[in-house]
């Protein structure tokens, strides 16, 4: 006679791990539900900041998800950078995000040759989850992966107007000109 027990329990917890995943993700999904534009969580966090408190009503944000051990998302920093150079006179904030910790991005940073010139917040797991849905490709819309970084968009008044997976010279060209339409 089979002990029916330990298969009773083993099936109680995997329910228990399937549906904690499930409440997980329902979770993450509405972190940012009863906003009215989709860029009013971002306004949000920039104003909880002292020194970017200023820069949340600004028109256009470019924004770039990415990750220190995404080799592709180092390689587009000075490209990015040359954006900033351009078109941060004419209103429009450039913001990196990424859900790791300060401390570890930090440690990363001092390592490369190039820097941001741009605004970056860490530890920002929800949002990198949010904007992640944004995106209009299906394949694309869940979680970090190698295969979804980096991600830059443009969002320009609550609207997204770029958004774009993967680096490439190409992928920064079409950014600048989806600006140079923009302003």
């Not at 390592?111 to 920002?124: A, E, G």
């Not at 949010?130 to 609550?158: A, C, V």
Request: net charge negative; glycine share 2%; charged share 25%.
């Amino acid at each position: 006679m089979i002990k029916k027990g330990p298969l009773i329990i083993s099936c109680c917890f995997i329910l228990l791990l399937i549906s904690n995943n499930v409440i997980s993700r329902w979770q993450q999904t509405n972190v940012f539900r009863n906003y009215t534009s989709i860029d009013e969580p971002i306004r949000k966090i920039l104003q909880q900041d002292d020194f970017l408190a200023d820069e949340s009503n600004n028109r256009i944000f470019v924004i770039n998800l990415w990750a220190t051990w995404c080799q592709p998302c180092a390689k587009e920093i000075p490209h990015l950078n040359k954006l900033v150079d351009t078109y941060e006179r004419d209103g429009v904030l450039f913001l990196a995000i990424n859900s790791e910790q300060e401390k570890d991005v930090i440690e990363w940073l001092d390592l490369q040759k190039n820097d941001f010139i741009y605004f970056h917040l860490h530890n920002h797991r929800d949002l990198c989850d949010y904007i992640f849905q944004l995106n209009p490709d299906e394949q694309f819309k869940i979680g970090q992966k190698p295969q979804h970084l980096p991600s830059n968009l443009i969002i320009s008044n609550g609207k997204i107007v770029y958004f774009k997976t993967g680096y490439s010279k190409e992928s920064i060209e079409e950014l600048e000109t989806a600006l140079q339409k923009l302003l």
